[in-house]
């Protein structure tokens, strides 16, 4: 699977900034989408993911507690894009910010973990200041 992601850019505390992660190649095989983070001199951390599966079925979302409440990430099947909004973004937030897939099937904790996705972006950089 290769991904592009796209969308990063600066903003001022309390903006918003949409990320696009596009995939292509065996998408089929995809068990999970999530997107990192990664600060300065910080370890890269998990923060969203979805889960794939038939368009009509429950959609599963899992945030980082750091994110919950302001960001939400969802997909089109059809494009096959998978999109991470966040809102009342913080200094905090800033980093360089990764989409990756994984094919095993994961626990619920297993989601957000680096070690179970094959596929990694390039990143792109989301700046928060003012």
């Known amino acids: 699977v290769q991904l592009v992601e796209s969308g990063g850019g600066l903003v001022q505390p309390g903006g918003s900034l949409r990320l696009s992660c596009a995939a292509s190649g065996r998408t089929g095989d995809i068990f999970a989408t999530t997107w990192f983070r990664q600060a300065p001199g910080e370890e890269r951390e998990g923060v969203a993911s979805?889960?794939?599966?038939?368009?009509?079925?429950?959609?599963?979302?899992y945030y980082s507690g750091s994110v919950r409440g302001r960001f939400t990430i969802s997909r089109d099947n059809v494009k096959k894009i998978v999109v991470l909004e966040m809102n009342n973004l913080k200094v905090e937030d800033t980093g360089i910010y990764y989409c990756?897939?994984?094919?095993?099937?994961?626990?619920?904790?297993?989601?957000?973990?680096?070690?179970?996705?094959?596929?990694w972006g390039q990143g792109i950089q989301v700046t928060v200041s003012s």
């Open positions: 979805i889960l794939s599966g038939p368009p009509r079925s429950s959609i599963q979302r």
């Open positions: 990756a897939t994984g094919t095993r099937e994961m626990t619920i904790a297993g989601v957000l973990e680096t070690q179970n996705f094959e596929s």
